[in-house]
């Protein structure tokens, strides 16, 4: 089956510096991935789309300066979290559209915190 | 403002009970699906329901699109401790491939 890898799984950084996330689809072409973030026992909330080869798009209360993403290439995306601050601490998970089949797959997720 | 709504928010039953999970919206949607979360991970797929008034069976867990597409619901049959989990619905509006999280029901179930 479709498989995205995410990366890193956890990763701890100090208040004021930029952290990025990897999404890859391993197995399939995704012209479109997404990004959620997650708080603790609630739901995801989709922050962004990323299509291949093309800007982002934000979802409505989403800073784009902060939440940095690009999507190179058919099978990797990426968010950069810029000046990250205490309250950017969360749960990141990405999610790849394959361009062949309807599904969505999604990534291990991200634990970020922010010190 | 949530576009899904699930209910409940959190049940807490014992080994062998049934329950039953609902998943409403005011909107239309062309497809719905259903996720169980562990912690820490990424949601899985459990199923896809596309047409207004399916059912779908999954092992112990039945799954039903409204006749008008605005709200699912998922039922477990005899309910085991591995089932515990959050379960998330997520809908596809028309004219998008933006999936939407619902607000997601956190299942204990204890031996």
């Known amino acids: 089956g479709a498989v995205v890898s995410q990366h890193p799984s956890r990763v701890i950084c100090k208040s004021g510096t930029s952290v990025k996330i990897e999404c890859r689809s391993l197995?399939?072409?995704?012209?479109?991935m997404f990004w959620y973030r997650q708080f603790p026992k609630q739901s995801l909330m989709l922050m962004a789309t990323?299509?291949?080869?093309?800007?982002?798009?934000?979802e409505q209360g989403v800073e784009k300066d902060k939440f940095l993403i690009n999507h190179a290439s058919l099978t990797l995306s990426t968010l950069t979290v810029t000046s990250a601050h205490p309250e950017d601490s969360s749960f990141y998970i990405c999610?790849?559209?394959?361009?062949?089949?309807?599904?969505?797959?999604f990534g291990s997720g991200t634990r970020l915190t922010v010190v | 403002t949530q576009l899904l709504e699930q209910s409940p928010q959190f049940l807490s039953i014992q080994e062998g009970e049934n329950l039953t999970v609902y998943c409403n919206s005011s909107?239309?949607?062309?497809?719905l699906q259903w996720y169980r979360q562990e912690p820490g991970e990424g949601p899985v797929l459990l199923v896809t329901?596309?047409?207004?008034?399916e059912v779908k069976k999954l092992k112990r867990l039945t799954f039903q699109f409204g006749d008008a597409r605005k709200d699912s619901s998922l039922h477990i049959t005899a309910a085991q401790p591995g089932d515990t989990g959050l379960y998330l619905c997520?809908?596809?509006?028309?004219?998008?491939?933006?999936?939407?999280f619902g607000t997601g029901t956190r299942l204990q179930v204890f031996p």
């Open positions: 999610s790849a559209r394959d361009i062949m089949f309807y599904g969505y797959t």
């Open positions: 909107s239309v949607f062309s497809s």
């Open positions: 197995d399939f072409q995704a012209t479109t």
């Open positions: 997520a809908g596809l509006r028309d004219n998008t491939d933006k999936l939407i």
């Open positions: 329901v596309v047409t207004g008034g």
């Open positions: 990323s299509n291949e080869g093309s800007k982002a798009t934000y």
